[in-house]
């Protein structure tokens, strides 16, 4: 079985601030993991994954995230966000048992404050 | 053009009703999904389709159906709606290989009433 745990549902920072968003897995076998992102009243939009190789992925919008197999966790990052990095973050995994399956977080909200 | 499509967007309705959404992909995916995201945003997967063969099924109430007519296009058709049933519905698609992630449609919003 497969789980993923996002620790904090939301996330409030100022404007040219970083953030990081975090997210942590559960797996019996080797991941591949994603962020997706999803705007007020649309769906959800692939930002990184994470397959193999280097274990430092960069994505859409200026967003990174960092695979850490040792503490099982894929946290997002943003050096600089603005106002219209607020959104829905959801962290997914899946892996080669899953049937492609992808499991979400529970998301977490990230707020821009100018 | 759209590469998820969902119809429709928005769909408002009264208790103990049957309505269908409706959803085509034009990527060439094998693999079609729904999910349901509750009022806290929590997204679940209710079915999985790949090649019009049902491959998903999670607990879900038996008045949701699903239907394949070829690999382009899964419906979702639901008996006698509940309250509880009002949710934003998601398809999205996929390649069979792993690792490609999902292309997800914009959502319909079910109002039950």
């Known amino acids: 079985a497969q789980s993923v745990t996002q620790l904090d549902s939301q996330v409030p920072v100022f404007e040219e601030a970083p953030v990081e968003l975090r997210c942590n897995y559960s797996?019996?076998?080797?991941?591949?993991l994603f962020w997706y992102v999803q705007y007020p009243n649309q769906g959800l939009q692939l930002l990184l994954k994470?397959?193999?190789?280097?274990?430092l992925v960069k994505g859409i919008n200026g967003f990174e995230a960092e695979f850490n197999k040792s503490q099982t966790s894929f946290h997002l990052r943003k050096p600089s966000v603005h106002i219209s990095d607020t959104a829905e973050y959801f962290c997914?995994?899946?892996?080669?048992?899953?049937?492609?399956?992808?499991?979400f977080g529970g998301g977490t909200r990230l707020m821009v404050k100018p | 053009d759209t590469a998820v499509s969902q119809t429709p967007k928005y769909l408002v309705t009264q208790m103990g009703n049957d309505k269908s959404i409706k959803c085509e992909q034009n990527?060439?995916?094998?693999?079609m999904y729904w999910y349901k995201q509750d009022s806290k945003k929590f997204l679940k997967i209710m079915f999985s389709?790949?090649?019009?063969?049902?491959?998903i099924n999670e607990t879900v109430p038996n008045r949701f159906s699903p239907k394949s007519p070829d690999k382009a296009h899964l419906n979702l058709h639901i008996n006698s709606l509940e309250l509880g049933d009002s949710a934003v519905y998601f398809c999205?698609?996929?390649?069979?290989?792993?690792?490609?992630?999902?292309?997800f449609g914009s959502g319909t919003r079910l109002t039950v009433v």
């Open positions: 990527l060439g995916h094998d693999t």
């Open positions: 999205a698609s996929s390649p069979s290989q792993l690792g490609y992630g999902y292309t």
């Open positions: 994470y397959l193999s190789g280097s274990t």
């Open positions: 797996s019996s076998v080797s991941v591949y």
């Open positions: 389709y790949n090649n019009k063969e049902l491959i």
């Open positions: 997914a995994v899946t892996n080669n048992n899953a049937g492609n399956m992808l499991t």
